[in-house]
């Protein structure tokens, strides 16, 4: 069981919006910048979103990631195949002295 | 480029030890705080240990503390992960991974890059 909560599974159509979301608690969320990862199929993880909303460099203005009080969400918008990926939301946890993880979630192109 | 490689993974039985490093190139590796990630396979992304820049600080999982140490070489560019006590729940791919932003607070960090990982197989 993660401390953080992500749905399992989205999915989605071309072109469309689809939005992830990443629930915590006030030791970690609700205290610490909140971060997102793209890993796709074989690869290692690549940070997509820093500091809850911060776009890093080379990374397509589609994503976008946004907090509110203990839960997070990431937004991708106009969906290519290229995105079907797994999504990680991560964060500092205060009560724990380390990172904690979402479970991850799948994200599907229809 | 920065870059980050890992190496020391493999088979190993239950109740074993294994050494994985992590050579740093491409920047002041003395300046960063580092992390080791951990992924079983078909599961998702577990921490398992940081280091800061001068090794003055260390935390671990509970999942491995007391089995595992981190440790640094600043003169090498090397990250280390000393693993004994080993148990089948810890197979997984090791990465290792270097704090953002070498100027902010641990705590409102994150990870970038990462390296390509490591297989670590416990089993007899």
């Known amino acids: 069981q993660s401390v953080l909560t992500q749905p399992p599974s989205v999915s989605e159509a071309p072109r469309q919006r689809v939005t992830i979301s990443c629930s915590g608690s006030?030791?970690?969320?609700?205290?610490?910048?909140v971060n997102w990862y793209q890993q796709l199929p074989g690869k290692a993880p690549k940070l997509l979103i820093y500091?809850?909303?911060l776009l890093p460099s080379g990374v397509s203005d589609r994503f976008s990631g946004s907090k509110s009080g203990t839960s997070a969400s990431l937004a991708i918008s106009g969906l290519q195949s290229e995105d079907e990926a797994d999504y990680y939301c991560?964060?500092?946890?205060?009560?724990?002295?380390?990172?904690?993880f979402g479970g991850g979630t799948k994200l599907t192109v229809l | 480029e920065v870059q980050l490689v890992e190496s020391g993974g493999g088979l190993v039985q239950p109740g074993g030890s294994l050494r994985l490093s992590c050579a740093a190139s491409?920047?002041?590796?003395?300046?960063?705080?580092m992390n080791w990630v951990r992924q079983a396979p078909g599961k998702g992304l577990e921490w398992v240990s940081y280091?800061?820049?001068?090794?003055?600080?260390?935390y671990y999982a509970d999942s491995v503390k007391g089995r595992f140490t981190i440790s640094r070489d600043n003169a090498k560019n090397s990250l280390y992960l000393q693993m004994n006590s080993l148990r089948a729940e810890d197979t997984a791919v090791y990465y290792c991974?270097?704090?953002?932003?070498?100027?902010?607070?641990?705590?409102?960090?994150?990870?970038?890059?990462w390296g390509q990982g490591t297989l670590v197989t416990v089993s007899s």
């Open positions: 991974a270097r704090e953002g932003d070498s100027g902010a607070e641990y705590r409102n960090n994150w990870f970038d890059p």
């Open positions: 491409g920047f002041t590796f003395s300046s960063y705080s």
């Open positions: 280091i800061s820049s001068s090794s003055s600080t260390i």
């Open positions: 006030s030791s970690n969320i609700g205290n610490n910048a």
């Open positions: 500091y809850d909303d």
């Open positions: 991560a964060a500092w946890d205060d009560r724990l002295n380390g990172w904690v």
